[in-house]
Protein backbone atom coordinates (compact mmCIF):
# COMPACT_ATOMS: atom_id res chain seq x y z
CA UNK A 1 0.00 0.00 0.00
CA UNK A 2 2.80 2.24 1.20
CA UNK A 3 5.10 2.20 -2.03
CA UNK A 4 8.16 4.56 -0.69
CA UNK A 5 10.41 4.81 2.30
CA UNK A 6 10.49 7.89 4.09
CA UNK A 7 13.72 8.69 6.47
CA UNK A 8 14.08 11.68 8.35
CA UNK A 9 17.15 12.46 10.76
CA UNK A 10 16.29 14.42 13.49
CA UNK A 11 16.30 14.66 17.36
CA UNK A 12 13.25 17.33 17.16
CA UNK A 13 10.23 15.35 18.38
CA UNK A 14 8.02 18.30 16.81
CA UNK A 15 9.61 17.33 13.90
CA UNK A 16 8.67 13.47 13.65
CA UNK A 17 5.60 13.98 14.27
CA UNK A 18 4.30 16.12 11.96
CA UNK A 19 6.27 14.06 9.11
CA UNK A 20 4.51 11.14 11.09
CA UNK A 21 1.38 12.29 10.28
CA UNK A 22 2.20 13.78 6.78
CA UNK A 23 3.83 10.87 5.24
CA UNK A 24 0.81 8.55 4.47
CA UNK A 25 -0.46 11.54 2.37
CA UNK A 26 2.89 10.78 0.27
CA UNK A 27 2.69 7.19 -0.16
CA UNK A 28 5.46 6.51 2.52
CA UNK A 29 6.49 4.60 5.20
CA UNK A 30 8.48 6.53 8.01
CA UNK A 31 11.50 5.58 9.64
CA UNK A 32 13.24 8.02 12.04
CA UNK A 33 16.54 8.01 12.94
CA UNK A 34 19.11 10.49 15.21
CA UNK A 35 21.86 10.34 13.05
CA UNK A 36 22.49 10.07 9.43
CA UNK A 37 25.02 7.26 9.76
CA UNK A 38 22.43 5.43 11.54
CA UNK A 39 20.28 4.88 7.95
CA UNK A 40 20.33 2.00 6.74
CA UNK A 41 21.55 1.13 3.26
CA UNK A 42 22.29 -2.13 3.18
CA UNK A 43 18.52 -3.62 3.81
CA UNK A 44 17.06 -4.21 0.13
CA UNK A 45 13.21 -3.27 1.46
CA UNK A 46 14.40 -0.63 4.11
CA UNK A 47 16.53 1.65 1.70
CA UNK A 48 15.41 5.30 1.48
CA UNK A 49 13.62 6.65 -1.67
CA UNK A 50 13.52 10.10 0.18
CA UNK A 51 16.07 11.59 3.03
CA UNK A 52 15.00 14.47 4.94
CA UNK A 53 17.66 15.83 6.95
CA UNK A 54 17.01 18.06 9.97
CA UNK A 55 20.03 20.77 9.70
CA UNK A 56 19.01 23.69 11.70
CA UNK A 57 20.92 24.69 15.10
CA UNK A 58 24.04 23.51 13.20
CA UNK A 59 23.08 19.95 13.49
CA UNK A 60 25.49 17.81 11.25
CA UNK A 61 24.40 16.61 7.13
CA UNK A 62 24.82 13.38 6.21
CA UNK A 63 28.77 13.26 5.79
CA UNK A 64 30.30 12.63 1.86
CA UNK A 65 31.03 8.86 2.59
CA UNK A 66 27.74 8.20 3.27
CA UNK A 67 26.33 10.40 0.41
CA UNK A 68 28.64 8.26 -1.80
CA UNK A 69 26.44 5.13 -0.59
CA UNK A 70 23.31 6.61 -1.64
CA UNK A 71 20.95 4.08 -3.87
CA UNK A 72 20.42 6.01 -6.82
CA UNK A 73 17.26 6.74 -5.93
CA UNK A 74 17.04 8.60 -3.17
CA UNK A 75 16.65 11.92 -2.78
CA UNK A 76 17.57 14.23 -0.35
CA UNK A 77 15.33 16.75 1.44
CA UNK A 78 17.02 19.51 4.15
CA UNK A 79 15.19 21.51 7.05
CA UNK A 80 16.01 24.56 7.83
CA UNK A 81 15.55 27.65 9.90
CA UNK A 82 14.15 30.77 8.48
CA UNK A 83 17.23 32.43 6.75
CA UNK A 84 19.80 30.13 7.07
CA UNK A 85 19.88 30.19 3.13
CA UNK A 86 23.95 30.69 3.84
CA UNK A 87 24.60 27.92 5.26
CA UNK A 88 22.50 25.68 3.77
CA UNK A 89 23.62 26.29 0.39
CA UNK A 90 26.61 23.85 0.38
CA UNK A 91 24.68 21.25 1.30
CA UNK A 92 22.47 21.81 -2.15
CA UNK A 93 26.34 20.56 -3.79
CA UNK A 94 25.33 17.41 -4.00
CA UNK A 95 23.47 16.31 -6.75
CA UNK A 96 20.42 14.00 -4.71
CA UNK A 97 20.14 17.40 -2.92
CA UNK A 98 16.82 18.76 -3.60
CA UNK A 99 16.73 21.88 -1.92
CA UNK A 100 15.40 22.71 1.46
CA UNK A 101 12.13 23.76 3.56
CA UNK A 102 12.17 26.03 6.47
CA UNK A 103 10.58 25.25 10.17
CA UNK A 104 10.29 27.40 13.19
CA UNK A 105 7.39 28.66 14.48
CA UNK A 106 5.25 27.20 11.55
CA UNK A 107 5.07 23.99 9.31
CA UNK A 108 3.88 24.30 6.04
CA UNK A 109 2.60 21.02 5.80
CA UNK A 110 0.93 21.00 2.51
CA UNK A 111 4.46 22.27 0.69
CA UNK A 112 6.18 19.62 2.38
CA UNK A 113 3.71 16.82 0.97
CA UNK A 114 4.14 18.44 -2.16
CA UNK A 115 7.86 18.88 -2.87
CA UNK A 116 8.06 15.01 -1.10
CA UNK A 117 5.36 13.56 -3.74
CA UNK A 118 7.11 15.52 -6.72
CA UNK A 119 10.90 13.72 -5.49
CA UNK A 120 8.97 10.59 -5.21
CA UNK A 121 6.98 10.29 -7.99
CA UNK A 122 9.27 12.13 -10.35
CA UNK A 123 6.49 14.54 -11.76
CA UNK A 124 7.87 17.23 -11.23
CA UNK A 125 6.00 20.19 -13.43
CA UNK A 126 3.24 22.43 -13.02
CA UNK A 127 2.11 25.30 -11.27
CA UNK A 128 -1.12 23.76 -10.33
CA UNK A 129 0.59 21.86 -7.81
CA UNK A 130 0.97 24.39 -5.29
CA UNK A 131 -2.42 25.50 -5.28
CA UNK A 132 -5.62 24.30 -3.87
CA UNK A 133 -8.28 22.16 -6.26
CA UNK A 134 -10.53 25.22 -7.83
CA UNK A 135 -8.60 27.92 -7.85
CA UNK A 136 -8.57 29.89 -11.31
CA UNK A 137 -4.93 30.16 -13.14
CA UNK A 138 -3.78 32.25 -16.06
CA UNK A 139 -1.46 31.47 -18.93
CA UNK A 140 -0.08 33.85 -21.56
CA UNK A 141 2.68 33.13 -24.32
CA UNK A 142 4.98 35.55 -25.06
CA UNK A 143 8.00 36.38 -27.75
CA UNK A 144 9.22 39.64 -28.07
CA UNK A 145 10.21 42.34 -25.48
CA UNK A 146 6.78 44.40 -26.01
CA UNK A 147 4.38 41.45 -25.19
CA UNK A 148 6.99 40.75 -22.08
CA UNK A 149 5.87 44.62 -20.83
CA UNK A 150 2.05 44.00 -21.57
CA UNK A 151 1.96 40.48 -20.11
CA UNK A 152 3.80 42.92 -16.60
CA UNK A 153 0.92 45.22 -16.72
CA UNK A 154 -1.38 42.39 -17.09
CA UNK A 155 -0.02 40.77 -13.97
CA UNK A 156 0.54 43.68 -12.12
CA UNK A 157 -3.27 44.38 -12.15
CA UNK A 158 -4.09 40.91 -11.59
CA UNK A 159 -2.28 41.66 -8.37
CA UNK A 160 -3.80 44.78 -7.81
CA UNK A 161 -7.54 42.97 -8.18
CA UNK A 162 -6.95 40.10 -5.54
CA UNK A 163 -5.60 42.43 -3.01
CA UNK A 164 -1.51 42.67 -3.02
CA UNK A 165 -0.79 46.01 -1.66
CA UNK A 166 1.80 48.36 -3.78
CA UNK A 167 4.88 46.71 -2.01
CA UNK A 168 3.49 43.40 -2.58
CA UNK A 169 3.33 44.13 -6.20
CA UNK A 170 6.14 46.01 -6.94
CA UNK A 171 8.30 42.53 -5.75
CA UNK A 172 5.96 40.31 -7.63
CA UNK A 173 6.72 42.43 -10.59
CA UNK A 174 10.36 42.67 -10.12
CA UNK A 175 10.14 39.06 -9.79
CA UNK A 176 8.32 38.08 -13.01
CA UNK A 177 10.76 40.65 -15.01
CA UNK A 178 13.36 38.65 -13.93
CA UNK A 179 12.05 35.45 -14.88
CA UNK A 180 11.03 36.67 -17.64
CA UNK A 181 13.64 38.28 -19.13
CA UNK A 182 15.70 34.95 -18.46
CA UNK A 183 13.85 32.95 -20.32
CA UNK A 184 13.30 34.95 -23.24
CA UNK A 185 16.81 36.13 -23.80
CA UNK A 186 19.22 33.37 -21.79
CA UNK A 187 17.29 30.11 -22.40
CA UNK A 188 17.65 30.05 -26.12
CA UNK A 189 20.71 27.72 -27.45
CA UNK A 190 21.72 27.35 -30.87
CA UNK A 191 22.87 23.77 -31.88
CA UNK A 192 26.24 23.56 -29.66
CA UNK A 193 24.47 24.88 -26.57
CA UNK A 194 25.75 28.06 -26.67
CA UNK A 195 23.69 30.99 -25.86
CA UNK A 196 21.70 32.28 -29.12
CA UNK A 197 21.85 35.75 -28.35
CA UNK A 198 25.48 35.83 -26.79
CA UNK A 199 26.70 38.07 -29.40
CA UNK A 200 24.00 40.67 -29.42
CA UNK A 201 23.99 43.48 -27.50
CA UNK A 202 21.87 44.12 -24.85
CA UNK A 203 20.01 46.75 -26.29
CA UNK A 204 19.03 45.12 -29.82
CA UNK A 205 17.18 41.83 -27.71
CA UNK A 206 14.40 44.04 -27.29
CA UNK A 207 13.72 44.37 -31.31
CA UNK A 208 13.92 40.44 -31.50
CA UNK A 209 11.16 37.97 -31.50
CA UNK A 210 12.46 34.91 -29.81
CA UNK A 211 10.83 31.18 -29.61
CA UNK A 212 7.84 31.72 -27.33
CA UNK A 213 7.45 31.22 -23.17
CA UNK A 214 4.42 30.38 -21.20
CA UNK A 215 3.69 32.44 -18.38
CA UNK A 216 1.43 31.44 -15.86
CA UNK A 217 0.16 33.57 -12.50
CA UNK A 218 -2.79 32.68 -9.78
CA UNK A 219 -3.77 33.88 -6.51
CA UNK A 220 -5.26 31.72 -3.82
CA UNK A 221 -5.79 34.66 -1.07
CA UNK A 222 -2.34 33.58 0.75
CA UNK A 223 -0.59 32.93 -2.22
CA UNK A 224 0.23 34.67 -5.15
CA UNK A 225 2.25 32.33 -7.41
CA UNK A 226 3.80 32.83 -10.94
CA UNK A 227 5.50 30.17 -13.16
CA UNK A 228 7.56 31.11 -15.97
CA UNK A 229 8.13 28.22 -18.94
CA UNK A 230 10.29 28.04 -21.26
CA UNK A 231 11.31 24.61 -24.11
CA UNK A 232 15.20 24.59 -23.88
CA UNK A 233 15.92 23.16 -20.63
CA UNK A 234 19.10 24.77 -20.82
CA UNK A 235 19.45 25.76 -17.36
CA UNK A 236 21.58 23.41 -15.29
CA UNK A 237 21.68 22.00 -11.94
CA UNK A 238 25.32 23.55 -11.92
CA UNK A 239 24.28 26.98 -13.78
CA UNK A 240 21.72 27.45 -10.37
CA UNK A 241 24.33 26.52 -7.64
CA UNK A 242 27.24 28.51 -9.16
CA UNK A 243 24.69 31.81 -9.05
CA UNK A 244 22.80 30.15 -5.15
CA UNK A 245 26.32 30.32 -4.00
CA UNK A 246 27.10 33.90 -5.57
CA UNK A 247 23.77 35.21 -4.12
CA UNK A 248 24.65 33.37 -0.26
CA UNK A 249 28.11 35.45 -0.31
CA UNK A 250 26.79 38.63 -1.34
CA UNK A 251 24.30 42.07 -1.35
CA UNK A 252 22.15 42.15 -4.48
CA UNK A 253 24.40 44.82 -5.64
CA UNK A 254 27.20 43.05 -5.66
CA UNK A 255 25.99 40.75 -8.38
CA UNK A 256 26.98 41.76 -11.52
CA UNK A 257 24.20 41.95 -13.98
CA UNK A 258 25.14 41.45 -17.34
CA UNK A 259 23.86 39.77 -20.20
CA UNK A 260 24.11 36.07 -20.62
CA UNK A 261 24.12 35.27 -17.03
CA UNK A 262 21.68 32.44 -16.56
CA UNK A 263 21.05 33.69 -12.80
CA UNK A 264 20.76 36.98 -13.52
CA UNK A 265 19.34 38.92 -10.42
CA UNK A 266 18.55 35.73 -8.65
CA UNK A 267 19.80 37.35 -5.27
CA UNK A 268 17.17 40.17 -5.67
CA UNK A 269 14.48 37.01 -6.15
CA UNK A 270 15.42 35.20 -3.09
CA UNK A 271 14.84 38.38 -0.99
CA UNK A 272 11.69 38.75 -2.45
CA UNK A 273 9.74 35.38 -2.32
CA UNK A 274 8.92 33.14 -0.10
CA UNK A 275 9.44 30.55 -1.97
CA UNK A 276 11.59 29.59 -5.52
CA UNK A 277 10.93 26.35 -7.17
CA UNK A 278 13.38 25.25 -10.36
CA UNK A 279 12.02 22.37 -11.99
CA UNK A 280 14.79 20.87 -15.23
CA UNK A 281 14.04 19.24 -18.08
CA UNK A 282 17.23 18.95 -19.19
CA UNK A 283 17.48 19.69 -23.22
CA UNK A 284 13.44 19.84 -22.83
CA UNK A 285 12.68 22.65 -20.70
CA UNK A 286 12.85 24.62 -17.73
CA UNK A 287 10.24 25.95 -15.83
CA UNK A 288 10.68 28.87 -11.90
CA UNK A 289 8.14 28.74 -9.99
CA UNK A 290 7.93 31.34 -7.35
CA UNK A 291 5.60 32.21 -4.43
CA UNK A 292 4.52 35.00 -2.56
CA UNK A 293 3.21 34.28 0.76
CA UNK A 294 0.82 37.50 1.68
CA UNK A 295 -0.06 36.57 5.11
CA UNK A 296 3.96 36.43 6.30
CA UNK A 297 4.30 39.53 3.77
CA UNK A 298 1.42 41.68 6.14
CA UNK A 299 4.16 40.47 8.77
CA UNK A 300 6.96 42.07 7.21
CA UNK A 301 8.22 38.83 6.71
CA UNK A 302 10.29 38.35 2.99
CA UNK A 303 13.08 36.34 1.53
CA UNK A 304 12.71 32.37 0.64
CA UNK A 305 11.65 29.65 3.32
CA UNK A 306 12.35 27.43 0.92
CA UNK A 307 14.13 26.64 -2.54
CA UNK A 308 13.75 23.43 -4.26
CA UNK A 309 15.52 21.71 -7.54
CA UNK A 310 13.57 18.93 -9.27
CA UNK A 311 15.35 17.47 -12.03
CA UNK A 312 12.31 15.61 -14.33
CA UNK A 313 13.14 11.37 -14.54
CA UNK A 314 13.55 10.70 -18.75
CA UNK A 315 10.56 8.84 -18.40
CA UNK A 316 8.26 11.85 -17.93
CA UNK A 317 10.28 14.41 -20.59
CA UNK A 318 6.78 13.98 -22.61
CA UNK A 319 4.80 15.05 -20.21
CA UNK A 320 6.66 18.71 -19.90
CA UNK A 321 5.86 19.65 -23.34
CA UNK A 322 2.36 21.84 -22.12
CA UNK A 323 -0.37 24.00 -24.22
CA UNK A 324 -0.36 27.63 -22.96
CA UNK A 325 -4.33 28.40 -22.30
CA UNK A 326 -6.22 31.28 -20.53
CA UNK A 327 -8.74 29.07 -18.51
CA UNK A 328 -11.83 31.07 -18.12
CA UNK A 329 -14.15 30.68 -15.14
CA UNK A 330 -18.04 30.19 -15.49
CA UNK A 331 -18.86 33.47 -14.35
CA UNK A 332 -22.17 35.13 -16.42
CA UNK A 333 -20.85 37.10 -19.09
CA UNK A 334 -17.38 36.11 -19.04
CA UNK A 335 -16.11 34.50 -22.72
CA UNK A 336 -15.48 30.89 -22.73
CA UNK A 337 -12.31 29.91 -23.82
CA UNK A 338 -11.65 26.44 -24.96
CA UNK A 339 -8.04 25.72 -24.92
CA UNK A 340 -6.73 25.28 -28.50
CA UNK A 341 -8.51 28.88 -29.57
CA UNK A 342 -6.80 30.57 -26.95
CA UNK A 343 -3.32 28.88 -27.60
CA UNK A 344 -3.48 30.23 -31.06
CA UNK A 345 -4.04 34.02 -29.34
CA UNK A 346 -1.50 36.28 -29.84
CA UNK A 347 -0.47 38.05 -26.62
CA UNK A 348 -2.64 41.02 -26.83
CA UNK A 349 -5.69 39.26 -27.29
CA UNK A 350 -5.11 36.60 -24.66
CA UNK A 351 -4.23 39.68 -22.65
CA UNK A 352 -6.78 41.28 -23.12
CA UNK A 353 -9.18 38.36 -22.57
CA UNK A 354 -7.57 37.60 -18.97
CA UNK A 355 -8.33 41.19 -18.24
CA UNK A 356 -11.91 40.92 -19.65
CA UNK A 357 -12.53 38.28 -17.02
CA UNK A 358 -11.00 39.53 -14.27
CA UNK A 359 -12.76 42.64 -14.58
CA UNK A 360 -15.85 40.40 -14.95
CA UNK A 361 -14.86 38.50 -11.89
CA UNK A 362 -14.15 41.06 -9.53
CA UNK A 363 -16.57 43.39 -10.43
CA UNK A 364 -18.76 40.57 -9.66
CA UNK A 365 -17.18 40.24 -6.48
CA UNK A 366 -17.18 43.75 -5.96
CA UNK A 367 -20.74 44.64 -6.68
CA UNK A 368 -21.39 41.45 -4.03
CA UNK A 369 -19.02 43.06 -1.27
CA UNK A 370 -20.96 46.24 -1.81
CA UNK A 371 -23.85 44.71 -0.55
CA UNK A 372 -22.49 42.50 1.89
CA UNK A 373 -19.33 43.84 4.74
CA UNK A 374 -15.96 42.44 4.03
CA UNK A 375 -15.22 39.79 6.30
CA UNK A 376 -12.07 38.04 7.88
CA UNK A 377 -12.79 34.34 7.37
CA UNK A 378 -10.80 32.00 10.32
CA UNK A 379 -9.72 28.64 9.54
CA UNK A 380 -7.61 26.04 11.97
CA UNK A 381 -6.36 22.54 11.61
CA UNK A 382 -7.69 21.32 14.00
CA UNK A 383 -11.03 23.06 13.87
CA UNK A 384 -12.99 24.44 17.05
CA UNK A 385 -10.45 27.18 18.08
CA UNK A 386 -11.00 30.40 19.99
CA UNK A 387 -10.13 33.23 17.49
CA UNK A 388 -9.41 36.69 19.41
CA UNK A 389 -9.43 39.89 17.62
CA UNK A 390 -7.28 42.42 19.52
CA UNK A 391 -8.09 40.64 22.64
CA UNK A 392 -11.83 40.31 21.94
CA UNK A 393 -13.23 36.64 21.25
CA UNK A 394 -15.14 36.30 17.98
CA UNK A 395 -16.26 32.52 18.13
CA UNK A 396 -14.70 29.05 17.41
CA UNK A 397 -12.98 28.18 13.59
CA UNK A 398 -14.23 28.22 11.20
CA UNK A 399 -15.73 31.42 11.69
CA UNK A 400 -16.61 34.54 9.68
CA UNK A 401 -16.15 38.08 11.23
CA UNK A 402 -17.53 41.22 9.92
CA UNK A 403 -14.72 43.75 8.94
CA UNK A 404 -17.12 46.54 8.10
CA UNK A 405 -16.25 49.19 11.74
CA UNK A 406 -12.91 47.73 11.58
CA UNK A 407 -10.35 50.80 11.70
CA UNK A 408 -7.35 51.06 9.77
CA UNK A 409 -3.91 49.90 11.28
CA UNK A 410 -2.99 46.89 12.32
CA UNK A 411 -5.38 44.15 14.34
CA UNK A 412 -3.71 40.94 16.06
CA UNK A 413 -5.78 38.48 15.14
CA UNK A 414 -4.93 34.63 17.51
CA UNK A 415 -6.06 31.68 17.47
CA UNK A 416 -6.30 29.39 20.82
CA UNK A 417 -7.24 25.84 21.38
CA UNK A 418 -6.01 23.65 24.24
CA UNK A 419 -3.32 21.43 23.91
CA UNK A 420 -2.05 23.43 20.90
CA UNK A 421 0.38 26.40 20.87
CA UNK A 422 -1.25 29.76 20.13
CA UNK A 423 -1.25 31.00 16.36
CA UNK A 424 -0.70 35.25 15.97
CA UNK A 425 -0.62 36.71 12.93
CA UNK A 426 -0.91 41.03 12.50
CA UNK A 427 -3.11 43.02 9.56
CA UNK A 428 -4.01 45.35 8.41
CA UNK A 429 -7.75 44.46 8.27
CA UNK A 430 -8.72 48.71 7.92
CA UNK A 431 -7.16 48.26 4.29
CA UNK A 432 -8.06 44.82 2.75
CA UNK A 433 -9.39 44.31 -0.15
CA UNK A 434 -12.16 42.14 -0.04
CA UNK A 435 -12.47 39.23 2.20
CA UNK A 436 -9.41 38.52 4.25
CA UNK A 437 -8.91 34.24 4.55
CA UNK A 438 -6.26 33.09 7.57
CA UNK A 439 -5.37 29.38 8.08
CA UNK A 440 -3.90 28.60 11.44
CA UNK A 441 -2.24 25.13 11.02
CA UNK A 442 -1.89 24.64 14.81
CA UNK A 443 1.19 23.13 16.24
CA UNK A 444 0.93 20.34 18.71
CA UNK A 445 1.98 22.12 22.45
CA UNK A 446 5.21 19.77 23.49
CA UNK A 447 4.68 20.19 27.06
Not at 10 to 20: E, F, H, N, Y
Not at 117 to 138: D, H, I, M, N, Q
Not at 168 to 181: G, H, S, W
Not at 249 to 271: N, S
Amino acid sequence: MLRFNLVTVTSDAGLKRDIKRLSTATGSTPVFVADPTHVDLETGDQLPDLMVCDVRAGAAPPPPSMLARLPERTKLLYITSEHELASVIEHLQHPKSAGFVCRDDRFDEEEFIITATKLLRGEVFGLAKYLPWGVTSYSLTLKTYDEKLLAIDVINEYCRLAGCRGPVRERIQLVADELMMNALYHAPIDEGGQSRYRNVPRKDMTALEVPPIQVQYACNGRYFAIAVKDSFGSLTRETIMKYLSRAAQADAQDIERKAGGAGLGLLTVLKSVSKLVFNLSPKNATEVVALFDMELFAKGKMGARSLNLFVAPPRAQAATQAVATVNMPGVEGAPQASQRWVAGLGVAAAAALVLLAGTLIFKKRGEAEARQPSKLMVQSAPEQATVMLDDQEKGMTPVEISTANVAPGLHRVTVKKLGFRDYTIELDLGQAVGNVMVRAPLAANDK
